[in-house]
Each structure stands twice: as C-alpha cells, then as structure tokens.
C-alpha cells in the first residue's frame, strides 16, 4: 500500500505521517527530506523543478518497496498534491490499477495552519515554510479530483485523526 499525504502547508500531513509510518511498521518518504539531502545547504533553491525531481525520486522509492513481497506501506509526504498536475504525476508513476494507491488530504482552518507554520519557523526543514507560501498555494489549489479520504485535523486529536486514517486504510496498529 502506498499513502500520498495531500494538503495545503500546515495542516498536519508530515504529524500524521509519522504517526501512521510508526504505528504500522511502514516507511515514510518525505519530499523535504529527500531535498535537503539532495541538494544540502545552499543548493537548495525550492524551485518547482528541484521538488519535482525529489517528488518523483520519492516516488521511485515508493514504486521499488511497493513491487517487493511483503513490503510495508509507504507514506509519501511533503507534497500537496494542491495541484492536477501533481495528482497526475502521482497517478502516472504509481498508478492505481497497478498499486494498492491510497490519499489521504489533511484540512485546517487557516488560523490554525498560520499557527503551526510560525511555530515551525527556523525548526522545519523545508525553510521556505511560511506563510505567505500557504497563502501562494492556497491561491492556486485545485480540487483532488481522486477518491481520497479528507480529515479535518482542527476539531480532532492527533490520536482521532490518526484512528480514522487507519480505518480508512484498513490496518491496525502493529
């Protein structure tokens, strides 16, 4: 099974993910990691075609664990998926007729998504992460036009949220 986590800066994917990574002895990819290790220090230009190329070797990674026997689920994050052309990348690389291909989009209200991005400042690894840049992608979002599950994560625990995405998933903790 691979999990996209989709959703706008600040709404509580890469919390969910690692979440849903450790309690289902999965692996987690994410986007902004790969970046920093890819292209450390002042390589990193955060332009659309450098986060492609880690989008899509995230991708890669998930499509050669995923081929194996047994293999654990893989949760991809650090992408919004805000955009068609996102989803499609996703869907051409690992479609779904040949993966067991789940979404799962995380919402906040954008009070609470302001929060979490200041309190991030400096912390995250993506040091673009502010936000201006929530309100840039929000501006330009487009639906997820994919049958995904969507959890609101300001009304909810991290413990609620992660208990829906699991029986969206259809797995239990390890």
Do not use: W
């Amino acid at each position: 099974m691979i999990v996209a986590m989709a959703g706008l800066p600040g709404t509580g994917k890469s919390s969910l993910a690692r979440e849903l990574a450790r309690r289902t002895g999965g692996v987690l990819y994410d986007k902004d990691t790969i970046r920093e290790f890819l292209f450390p220090g002042g390589l990193t230009d955060f332009s659309e075609a450098q986060n492609d190329l880690c989008t899509a070797t995230m991708f890669h990674a998930a499509e050669y664990l995923a081929a194996g026997p047994g293999s654990p689920p893989v949760f991809l994050d650090g992408r919004t998926f805000a955009r068609r052309a996102q989803v499609d990348m996703l869907l051409e690389a690992l479609p779904p007729d040949s993966f067991d291909l789940r979404v799962i989009e995380c919402v906040c209200s954008e009070e609470t998504a302001r929060a979490r991005i200041e309190g991030d400042l400096g912390k995250h690894v993506a040091r673009n992460r502010d936000f201006a840049l929530y309100l840039e992608i929000k501006r330009s979002s487009e639906p997820i036009a994919i049958s995904h599950l969507v959890l609101d994560t300001d009304g909810s625990t991290l413990e609620e949220t992660v208990e829906a995405a699991l029986k969206y998933l259809g797995r239990r903790d390890v």
